[in-house]
T-cell receptor, first 115, second 110 residues
């Protein structure tokens, strides 16, 4: 069973540019989550999908952020008009909602640097 | 909201035992997770507690007291590779997201 994968692993962009990240969850995991992590902090929740439905968005997710999971498999997170404050590690996780613990398994993350 | 507290740093000697404490204030609490995160890598799942008591998995054990809003992760027979950040995370009923503490950086010295 392959784990959660994310692409790209690193992204450097200039302020004002748009960026898009991709997450491929563990196969047959119906739940997918996006988190953001900055240095010295734990991951902060951004948004969550059950199958293709986006069920919750954090207030951290400004209008410049959008996430999709069109076929209930992979997901994309887009940031428009990037700002320096968007620099962080963006983590994706997935879980099997029918399991007793519903444990979330994380991907390697995409490290975004906004210059 | 949720308030999750854990110490920032701990140092221990190879072969020793370290206990990382975590306190939480979570309404509708429904589970406490521990993750290990090496620098620059993804968090990896270590343990899950939802009922009071101790869960043991090899060198790692995790304890939960729901009435006290308290958990600890116990690392035994420390190895150099255990140097990492350890994240405590709580979950609420009917809410799938995790709320994480800031993490405890454990440094294992020879």
């Amino acid at each position: 069973d392959t784990g959660v994968s994310q692409n790209p692993r690193h992204k450097i962009t200039k302020r004002g540019q748009n960026v898009t990240f991709r997450c491929d969850p563990i196969s047959e995991h119906n739940r997918l989550y996006w988190y953001r992590q900055t240095l010295g902090q734990g991951p902060e929740f951004l948004t969550y999908f059950q199958n293709e439905a986006q069920l919750e968005k954090s207030r951290l997710l400004s209008d410049r952020f959008s996430a999709e999971r069109p076929k209930g498999s992979f997901s994309t997170l887009e940031i428009q008009r990037t700002e320096q404050g968007d620099s962080a590690m963006y983590l994706c996780a997935s879980s099997q909602g029918t399991s007793p613990t519903d444990t979330q398994y994380f991907g390697p993350g995409t490290r975004l640097t906004v210059l | 909201g949720q308030n999750i507290d854990q110490p920032t740093e701990m140092t221990a000697t190879e072969g020793a035992i370290v206990q990382i404490n975590c306190t939480y204030q979570t309404s509708g609490f429904n589970g406490l997770f521990w993750y290990q995160q090496h620098a620059g890598e993804a968090p990896t799942f270590l343990s899950y507690n939802v009922l009071d008591g101790l869960e043991e998995k090899g060198r790692f054990s995790s304890f939960l007291s729901r009435s006290k809003g308290y958990s600890y992760l116990l690392l035994k027979e420390l190895q150099m590779k255990d140097s990492a950040s350890y994240l405590c995370a709580a979950r609420r009923s009917n809410d799938y997201k995790l709320s994480f503490g800031a993490g405890t950086t454990v440094t294992v010295r020879a």
